[in-house]
């Protein structure tokens, strides 16, 4: 991949657990994926890094409740230098969230959270704790990363009118029912997301959803979409490693996503979605 070398490449979407020391905060939800079932920090994603040309890479929370892990995340993001920035977790109804913001505020890594709104999607603005949450975010000027498929798409539009400074990211292309056969709604409920400025789209996962088929065949009508629907200045890649590694290896997502962008995008709107959005999104430091 040929990049300018004032646009770095940053991976927006990295997993890091230590079974060793924080194994039961992980251990329910690996309990079907035996091959994941041991830890992965950031020294064992650098030779990846290396051999694709990434620089930076981004911590998404990976169990969300939990203080302690923030604060982990944060600690390697000071301690790695290709450690951009920190994407911590919580509720957002939580009755102390701004004390945990207060404290991670002390890092210039942390930028936003993942999390999802209690309740169903349609109840979601009703529920003046999810909106105390919301505003919390807002006035922080924090991002809001949001993993939840089309049945959502409607509510995340609707917060995205009602707090228009929020900046929101759909991860992993909203969770695209390639398998279920459902893509139709899938696009359906996303295209009118893609009226809402402060929506993102997370260019991310793709082999982990089309396996255990994952050409670029069956890659490539996404890439097609979230291009003609969103353009290159609403995209940031990421890799979802490694729980991406259940499709395939760290350099075979990298190439096939790249390689699915390579006939719809000019090079400064490759290197938009391969870093240049996520410095600004994700206020990467240098």
């Not at 969230?97 to 207060?102: K, R």
């Not at 290197?271 to 206020?283: E, L």
Request: aromatic fraction near 12%; charged fraction near 20%; charge should be negative.
């Amino acid at each position: 991949m040929s990049n300018d070398p004032k646009t770095p490449v940053i991976d927006t979407h990295l997993h890091f657990w230590n079974l060793e020391t924080n194994y039961r905060e992980h251990a329910g939800w690996l309990e079907d994926s035996p091959s994941l079932q041991r830890s992965f920090l950031p020294e064992d994603v650098k030779p990846a890094f290396d051999a694709c040309g990434v620089d930076k890479g981004i911590i998404i929370e990976c169990a969300r409740t939990s203080h302690k892990l923030n604060l982990w995340w944060l600690q390697l993001a000071a301690e790695h230098d290709y450690i951009g920035s920190v994407v911590a977790g919580c509720f957002l109804e939580q009755e102390d969230l701004s004390t945990w913001f207060d404290e991670y505020a002390q890092s210039p890594d942390f930028v936003g959270v993942r999390t999802s709104p209690a309740g169903s999607p349609d109840s979601w603005l009703d529920n003046p704790a999810t909106l105390r949450g919301l505003q919390e975010l807002s006035r922080r000027t924090l991002s809001l990363d949001l993993l939840v498929g089309f049945d959502a798409f409607a509510a995340v539009g609707e917060i995205a009118a009602r707090f228009p400074e929020l900046r929101i990211c759909l991860n992993h292309c909203g969770n695209p029912p390639i398998a279920e056969g459902r893509m139709g709604d899938w696009a359906k409920n996303l295209r009118p997301l893609a009226n809402q400025p402060n929506i993102m789209v997370k260019y991310s996962s793709l082999l982990f959803y089309t396996k255990p088929d994952t050409s670029i065949e069956r890659i490539q009508p996404v890439a097609d979409f979230l291009i003609s629907h969103f353009g290159s200045e609403r995209l940031v890649w990421g890799s979802n490693w490694p729980v991406e590694l259940l499709g395939g290896s760290y350099e075979e997502s990298f190439e096939k996503t790249y390689e699915a962008m390579e006939s719809l995008t000019s090079a400064a709107e490759r290197q938009a979605i391969f870093g240049g959005n996520a410095v600004r999104f994700y206020r990467v430091q240098d």
